[in-house]
């Protein structure tokens, strides 16, 4: 019995839940094949963020978490010519071509996450990962192209057939990680701050043989920031 006594208090259990809101800056593109010169778009994301943590195994707090934000996502293309250099109209040099795709999903992903240090009052290091769906919800274009209306100059991508296609695929998928740090004081709550990257396994766009782009895919840069308040709280004197 001693052996497994000694194995069953490895982990000091928890009951903690917390829940809270997020916000954040992200930066996204799209992986196209055949390639789409980009730059990152930016865009917002907000939500609310629910934990619950459930054990303290060794040094390390065991949590679930789990998201429901709004999210602003996209692409942003880069028209440039021959050269390499940005293309104007010849009546309009000031004002350089721009495409840009804004997609607003309702994102929810859920995490493992591991903690390192202060639970109740002070600091705490993290790291979590996880599956993260996404769920169309409209999108919208800004561009000053102009149909039949050409460049002066040819320009370096001839891939444009993204520029009037609709997103095709309703539903997308991927893995999210991250990793940031946690600031917790006694009865006003927790403050997040944490950088995260997803990687979508799904496409916006059909891929098959008949399809015209083989791949179409999500990658996403994430800061963000959260505030959680506990509703429950694990009764022990010793959690620091």
Same mark, same amino acid.
């Given at each position: 019995?001693?052996?497994?006594?000694?194995?069953?208090?490895?982990?000091?259990?928890?009951?903690?839940?917390?829940?809270?809101?997020?916000?954040?800056?992200? $930066?996204?593109?799209?992986?196209?094949?055949?390639?789409?010169?980009?730059?990152?778009?930016?865009?917002?994301?907000?939500? $609310?963020?629910?934990?619950?943590?459930?054990?303290?195994?060794?040094?390390?707090?065991?949590?679930?978490?789990?998201?429901?934000?709004?999210?602003?996502?996209?692409?942003?293309?880069?028209?440039?010519?021959?050269?390499?250099?940005?293309?104007?109209?010849?009546?309009?040099?000031?004002?350089?071509?721009?495409?840009?795709?804004?997609?607003?999903?309702?994102?929810?992903?859920?995490?493992?996450?591991?903690?390192?240090?202060?639970?109740?009052?002070?600091?705490?290091?993290?790291?979590?990962?996880?599956?993260?769906?996404?769920? @169309? $919800?409209?999108?919208?274009?800004?561009?000053?192209?102009?149909?039949?209306?050409?460049?002066?100059?040819?320009?370096?991508?001839?891939?444009?057939?993204?520029?009037?296609?609709?997103?095709?695929?309703?539903?997308?998928?991927?893995?999210?990680?991250?990793?940031?740090?946690? @600031?917790?004081?006694?009865?006003?709550?927790?403050? $997040?701050?944490?950088?995260?990257?997803?990687?979508?396994?799904?496409?916006?766009?059909?891929?098959?043989?008949?399809?015209?782009?083989?791949?179409?895919?999500?990658?996403?840069?994430?800061?963000?920031?959260?505030?959680? @308040?506990?509703?429950?709280?694990?009764?022990?004197?010793?959690?620091?």
């Amino acid at each position: 019995m001693l052996p497994f006594r000694a194995i069953a208090q490895v982990g000091e259990y928890r009951t903690d839940f917390a829940v809270g809101v997020n916000g954040g800056y992200m $930066l996204s593109r799209v992986s196209f094949t055949p390639d789409v010169p980009q730059s990152m778009l930016g865009g917002m994301t907000a939500g $609310l963020t629910f934990r619950y943590t459930c054990e303290k195994y060794f040094k390390s707090i065991c949590a679930i978490v789990a998201e429901v934000n709004i999210a602003q996502t996209g692409w942003k293309e880069k028209i440039e010519g021959m050269e390499n250099q940005p293309l104007y109209y010849a009546d309009d040099p000031n004002n350089p071509l721009r495409y840009e795709r804004k997609i607003t999903y309702l994102q929810i992903p859920v995490f493992a996450r591991l903690g390192w240090g202060r639970e109740r009052k002070g600091l705490q290091g993290f790291f979590q990962v996880g599956p993260q769906i996404g769920i @169309f $919800l409209s999108e919208s274009t800004t561009t000053n192209l102009i149909a039949g209306y050409e460049p002066t100059e040819q320009r370096a991508s001839n891939i444009v057939a993204q520029e009037t296609m609709p997103i095709e695929k309703k539903f997308e998928y991927g893995i999210a990680g991250g990793a940031g740090i946690e @600031f917790s004081m006694p009865k006003v709550g927790h403050f $997040l701050l944490e950088g995260r990257y997803y990687y979508g396994l799904g496409n916006i766009y059909g891929n098959t043989k008949s399809d015209y782009f083989g791949k179409s895919n999500f990658g996403q840069i994430v800061i963000k920031a959260t505030y959680l @308040f506990d509703i429950v709280k694990t009764k022990n004197d010793k959690i620091k």
